[in-house]
């Protein structure tokens, strides 16, 4: 199975912030890693797919960048509704895998 | 838009199977995919197995392998997941998501997710 490390776990942030979380794959997965974000009691939500491609009516103040192993998400000025936990998954082969989280916090 | 409408609580005992349906509506879900993911309290997202409303097809993670099927009725655009032998460490909210969207053949789990539903296994 391919093994998403993210990183870090736990990010304190504040309002107008620069923020980025990286994920990295076990082993290659080319451009095929998704992120979502989860905020408490409800479904997860698609933000970019393809490593950047962005979901519908995300904000674009999200990004996505990377191939290969290595993936980052990038919000670039962090909003009062993007504290949540965000999960990478990479669906290059079965099983789909997530990574462990990164919870955004209010600093 | 589709939404995904899942089957409600479940509580059950050790040992018990527990059967999960997420059903479509605004649209139908043939031809996708459609994943189910789990997160027990306070924990990540894990991805259980996924099923192709098209062919039937079934992929299953290997932990989960012997113990989960899942089915579809084209006919109801109902996905469903049974999971069998369960233990406490089954509880948990279950999701399922559509396979989307599709570039080149591939898709993550998933664009659009049902509300989720909680199996709690007590004894």
């Known amino acids: 199975d391919i093994q998403m490390t993210q990183s870090p776990s736990t990010l304190s942030a504040s309002v107008g912030d620069r923020v980025t979380i990286t994920c990295r794959a076990s082993q290659s997965i080319s451009g095929w890693l998704a992120w979502f974000q989860q905020k408490p009691g409800k479904a997860p939500k698609l933000l970019i797919y393809?490593?950047?491609s962005l979901e519908g009516a995300v904000p674009s103040r999200f990004s996505g960048s990377g191939s290969g192993t290595e993936f980052t998400l990038t919000i670039s000025s962090l909003q009062p509704d993007d504290f949540a936990t965000y999960y990478c998954?990479?669906?290059?082969?079965?099983?789909?895998?997530f990574g462990q989280g990164t919870k955004v916090e209010i600093k | 838009q589709i939404q995904l409408v899942q089957s409600g609580v479940e509580v059950t005992k050790p040992g018990a199977s527990v059967k999960v349906s997420c059903k479509a509506s605004?649209?139908?879900?043939?031809?996708?995919?459609v994943s189910w993911v789990r997160q027990a309290p306070g924990q990540g997202l894990e991805w259980m197995g996924s099923?192709?409303?098209?062919?039937?097809?079934?992929n299953y993670g290997q932990k989960f392998h012997g113990r989960v099927t899942m089915t579809t009725d084209a006919s109801t655009s109902t996905v469903y997941m049974e999971l069998r032998s369960l233990t406490s460490g089954d509880t948990a909210v279950y999701y399922c998501?559509?396979?989307?969207?599709?570039?080149?053949?591939?898709?993550?789990?998933?664009?659009?997710w049902g509300q989720g539903t909680l199996v709690v296994v007590s004894s």
């Open positions: 998501a559509r396979d989307g969207p599709v570039v080149y053949g591939r898709a993550p789990a998933g664009d659009y």
């Open positions: 393809k490593a950047s």
């Open positions: 998954q990479q669906y290059n082969s079965y099983p789909r895998t």
């Open positions: 605004g649209d139908t879900l043939t031809p996708y995919g």
């Open positions: 099923i192709s409303t098209y062919n039937g097809n079934t």
